[in-house]
């Protein structure tokens, strides 16, 4: 049987199975199957065992899927069993993608899930999210018959709030063995890793093949520049890579962290995708300038993602940064994350002169939140937009910069005449001095967008509006299909006090 693009609305099926199930979570439940792949996401819907009876009964006969995409988190599971059994009667499954992390499951489970494994002898690619379960023990059975799964060339471990602190890390040793590899992909989110753990990491790097794709989420570790040392040497053996993922928010890498990161980085000269995650991490003028350096050598880079959010730099590191892109030949994807920094109207000045040369993006993503830029940025960073001349997906948060009705409108303005309209707007003017009449004047023009986008978000909270003209233009607006509208106020006082 062809079945493409059927959607199944749970709502039906669960009223029918267990009514109170359905009121607990009041969430619609929905599957696809397309070909030979299914989908499920369940994310975070406390469905329950029971819940999870009913959606295994929905795709148990699929037995020639090949691919399935399955996510479980959250959902109050203690009991996987009727999931594994399941999916093991998948003998065709060549792509696997199941995330069950955060149940309270039975800790011996991690050998049924081992059994599992074992039973999937067609998989090419696994992604398995085992956040926050079973011992360590079992962890290290289940990534030991991982390493033994000869076919899968593309993997993604998540582990996150798991403890992997001091050796226990080199539970990941094992994947070593996986010589066929070709994309690798660790989210080690929160777990525990400190600067005398990256050791581990710095041989496996080593000692695994030549990934062509890898990402490494290290958010919220402890692995300061020590650390840095160590996983910048084992990337150092992963130069050839083409595709790079990196992030560390908050873990204290420092200036001098960074120069050896970035120094590493730039010799990645087959970079096209390179996605760094610096937030929170004291890197200072310094630090930014040795990225820019980096960004210097990597004249592929197509699509580049930089977080450099909190309390970084000042002018100086970001204008190095900025300079850095605007050089980059062959960019179509640009994500700049640098709130909470202080760029001010001379930094939006700056992108507008970035945006002027590299005027030929798909996706732009800017988080300017917190950057003083006043009425003079915003109507720089409008002027940078116009020149566009491909984008298809715009997100824009100039939240907290002491933006009034000038610069808001003249942004929403700019945005309205950007010939090539983005499908996919995102605009956040929160926390600004916007007032009614500007409120209106910026709601006529998103309203004249919507006709020629797919889908339009504006976010307008924390603004000088007064309550009534908020309750006018929820009432006018909120029926705009392709329009999601936020807005809210706070009082007159607030603004006063500025
Ligand atoms: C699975 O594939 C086999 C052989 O290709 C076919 O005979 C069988 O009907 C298929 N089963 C389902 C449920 O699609
Ligand atoms: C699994 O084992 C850990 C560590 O011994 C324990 O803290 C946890 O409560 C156990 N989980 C379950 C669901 O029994
Ligand atoms: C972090 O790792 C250290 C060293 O192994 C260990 O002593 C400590 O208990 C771990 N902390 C947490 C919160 O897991
Ligand atoms: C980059 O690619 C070229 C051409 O394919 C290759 O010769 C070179 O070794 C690669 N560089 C690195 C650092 O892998
Ligand atoms: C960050 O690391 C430096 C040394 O590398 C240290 O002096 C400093 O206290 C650390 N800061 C925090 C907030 O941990
Ligand atoms: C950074 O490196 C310099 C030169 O090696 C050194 O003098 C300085 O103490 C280092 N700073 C930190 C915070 O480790
Ligand atoms: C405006 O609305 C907010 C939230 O709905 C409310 O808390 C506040 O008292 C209202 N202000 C006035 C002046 O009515």
New binding site residues.
Partial sequence: MQLSHIIWSFFGILLAYNVKLYMDSKVQYDMKIEGNAITINLQGKSIGNSGLEVACKQFQDYVNVTRLEANFNLNGL?NVQTLLLTISRFKKLKELNLHIGNN????STASNIQALLIQLQNLESLSLGLDNL??HQ?RSQILKSISEMKKVHTLQISLINTDLGGNKIDMLLPLIEMRQLKSLELILMGCNITASSTKSLQTLLYKLPKLENLVLNLYGNRIMVDGIDDLSAGLYHQRQVKSLEIELYFNNITSNGTETLMGVTGQMINLTKLHIGLEFNYIEDKGAQYIATALGNLQHLDDLSINVASKNFGYLGYNAILQAIEKLPTLNSLQLIIGVNKCGPRGADLLKQVLFKQDKLKTLVLDYTENYIGDAGASFVGEGLMSQKKLEYLKLNLNFNSISDRGAVDVVKSIHSIKHQPKYIDLRLSQNKISDIASKEILRYVSDITKVVDYIELELLGTALTNSTRDDLIQNYKNLKNLNFIVDTIPPSYWDEQ
Avoid: E
């Fill in positions: 203690t309270p499951i039975d800790n079973f011992t079992g």
